[in-house]
């Protein structure tokens, strides 16, 4: 993780599990004694953003971003202008999560002069259980929609492939198959395989990319 840019733009399909990596990432984070901003830049889902966990995740030092109205239901597509300050503070590192779909992903387009290549990462979280992306060639559709759209590249791959609290290595395996054939499709590196804790350790230790244990912070208890 220390090695990923300062500036980290975490992008995907609908539902891919993009905030649930985000925030863990953001955690593990500050749990290194970084000065982290975690930038919730969803305006077209109303459900599930990092926002609704804004009082936790600022209890551990996060700052928390999201829109300027103070109300986490409300379907306001509006964003702060405080996102400016991780993007310019290179005191911050900066986790921003990014609506889904190339409709989510054009909101990173008001930030173009801070996407410089070579000093962010934009990484593709991948759920091969989605039926739009449970191919490569599919996934690799979705990815140049995302890229187009934010005038930004992907630097990497993310297999997060689950089925919430009931995913089973097979469905992590089943994930990687398809994210080594992007990654070849498009030369894009696996950079995580992003996994809940419980079935990480049975994951085999050959896999292309970094085991990443994930909590389901998103999802309460009652939930599936």
Same mark, same amino acid.
């Given at each position: 993780?220390?090695?990923?840019?300062?500036?980290?733009?975490?992008?995907?399909?609908?539902?891919?599990?993009?905030?649930?990596?985000?925030?863990?990432?953001?955690?593990?984070?500050?749990?290194?004694?970084?000065?982290?901003?975690?930038?919730?830049?969803?305006?077209?889902?109303?459900?599930?953003?990092?926002?609704?966990?804004?009082?936790?995740?600022?209890?551990?030092?996060?700052?928390?971003?999201?829109?300027?109205?103070?109300?986490?239901?409300?379907?306001?597509?509006?964003?702060?202008?405080?996102?400016?300050?991780?993007?310019?503070?290179?005191?911050?590192?900066?986790?921003?999560?990014?609506?889904?779909?190339?409709?989510?992903?054009?909101?990173?387009?008001?930030?173009?002069?801070?996407?410089?290549?070579?000093?962010?990462?934009?990484?593709?979280?991948?759920?091969?259980?989605? +039926?739009?992306?449970?191919?490569?060639?599919?996934?690799?559709?979705?990815?140049?929609?995302?890229?187009?759209?934010?005038?930004?590249?992907?630097?990497?791959?993310?297999?997060?492939?689950?089925?919430?609290?009931?995913?089973?290595?097979?469905?992590?395996?089943?994930?990687?198959?398809?994210?080594?054939?992007?990654?070849?499709?498009?030369?894009?590196?696996?950079?995580?395989?992003?996994?809940?804790?419980?079935?990480?350790?049975?994951? +085999?230790?050959?896999?292309?990319?970094?085991?990443?244990?994930?909590?389901?912070?998103?999802?309460?208890?009652?939930?599936?």
């Amino acid at each position: 993780m220390l090695n990923d840019k300062r500036l980290r733009f975490i992008v995907g399909h609908y539902a891919s599990g993009k905030t649930e990596f985000s925030i863990n990432y953001a955690i593990k984070l500050v749990e290194m004694g970084k000065k982290v901003a975690l930038v919730d830049l969803d305006v077209v889902n109303l459900y599930f953003r990092s926002r609704e966990k804004k009082e936790f995740l600022e209890k551990l030092g996060i700052k928390v971003i999201a829109s300027s109205v103070n109300a986490s239901a409300v379907d306001i597509p509006a964003i702060s202008a405080e996102v400016f300050t991780p993007m310019q503070d290179t005191s911050y590192e900066a986790v921003i999560d990014v609506g889904g779909d190339p409709d989510g992903a054009r909101a990173l387009g008001r930030y173009k002069d801070y996407i410089v290549e070579g000093d962010y990462d934009m990484f593709y979280v991948l759920n091969a259980n989605r +039926p739009e992306t449970q191919t490569a060639e599919k996934a690799v559709e979705y990815l140049r929609k995302i890229e187009d759209t934010a005038r930004a590249r992907v630097t990497g791959l993310i297999n997060n492939t689950h089925m919430l609290k009931s995913t089973t290595v097979e469905d992590v395996l089943k994930g990687q198959e398809v994210a080594l054939e992007v990654s070849k499709m498009t030369n894009i590196p696996i950079k995580y395989i992003s996994v809940i804790e419980k079935i990480a350790k049975d994951l +085999p230790d050959n896999l292309e990319g970094e085991v990443f244990p994930i909590t389901l912070y998103m999802r309460e208890d009652w939930m599936i």
